[in-house]
């Protein structure tokens, strides 16, 4: 079984300030990939950023990086500089190779990030 | 052209009726997926399916099937609706089930009254 917790529920941040967002997670399949997405409040999914479990260096999309601490078993999202089109919900989710990945992606609860002018 | 698209947008039904929601991807891909979003906003999987096998999330109730004339659709079919049904539904595709990157469609917005 897997497991996705974000412990924030919510975030206020400045404009043009960096943010992170945490997400920590739990499997036993030995390989695995950890995502992020978007939803802002329009409702679709945006994919933001893929990082694979044995992927050496952390994965960069733009102003979006995802700092991987295996050890730890964390899987935060960083939005450098951010902008009032920041705001919106963030779920982080990781899905299991092992079996081929055929039971999709298991979710967080999500983070309602808000910028702030 | 819309990767993933979702018909209706919105659902407003009465409870014991029968109703589906269409699912079509242009992306070629073999795999697609319903996702449950509920009031809280949690996103839960309950089907991925291909042209040759099919995943039932265990939680999900029989009452839901997935139905797919074809390579490019899967419509979710859903008997009997319940208020608890009541959640935005999303639809996905992939290349395979190995691939990592899954498209999302707009999303359906079910209202079990």
């Known amino acids: 079984a897997q497991k996705i917790t974000q412990t924030q529920p919510g975030m206020f941040v400045q404009e043009k300030e960096a943010v992170t967002l945490d997400c920590t997670y739990d499997?036993?399949?030995?390989?695995?990939?950890l995502f992020w997405y978007k939803q802002p409040s329009s409702g679709e999914m945006i994919f933001l950023i893929y990082q694979g479990s044995y992927d050496q260096q952390n994965a960069t999309e733009g102003r979006y990086s995802l700092n991987f601490q295996k050890a730890r078993k964390s899987a935060n999202l960083v939005i450098s500089a951010s902008q009032l089109g920041d705001s919106a919900m963030y779920f982080c989710a990781m899905r299991g190779w092992t079996g081929g990945g055929a039971d999709g992606l298991t979710f967080g609860k999500g983070t309602h990030l808000i910028i702030q002018p | 052209d819309t990767a993933v698209s979702q018909t209706p947008k919105y659902l407003v039904t009465q409870m014991g009726n029968d109703k589906s929601i269409k699912c079509e991807q242009n992306?070629?891909?073999?795999?697609m997926y319903w996702y449950k979003q509920d009031s809280k906003k949690f996103l839960k999987i309950m089907f991925s399916?291909?042209?040759?096998?099919?995943?039932i999330n265990e939680t999900v109730p029989n009452r839901f099937s997935p139905k797919s004339p074809d390579k490019a659709h899967l419509n979710l079919h859903i008997n009997s609706l319940e208020l608890g049904d009541s959640a935005v539904y999303f639809c996905?595709?992939?290349?395979?089930?190995?691939?990592?990157?899954?498209?999302f469609g707009p999303g359906t917005r079910l209202t079990v009254t």
């Open positions: 996905a595709s992939s290349q395979s089930f190995g691939s990592y990157e899954q498209y």
């Open positions: 992306l070629g891909h073999d795999t």
């Open positions: 499997t036993s399949d030995p390989s695995y990939g």
């Open positions: 399916y291909n042209n040759k096998e099919l995943i």
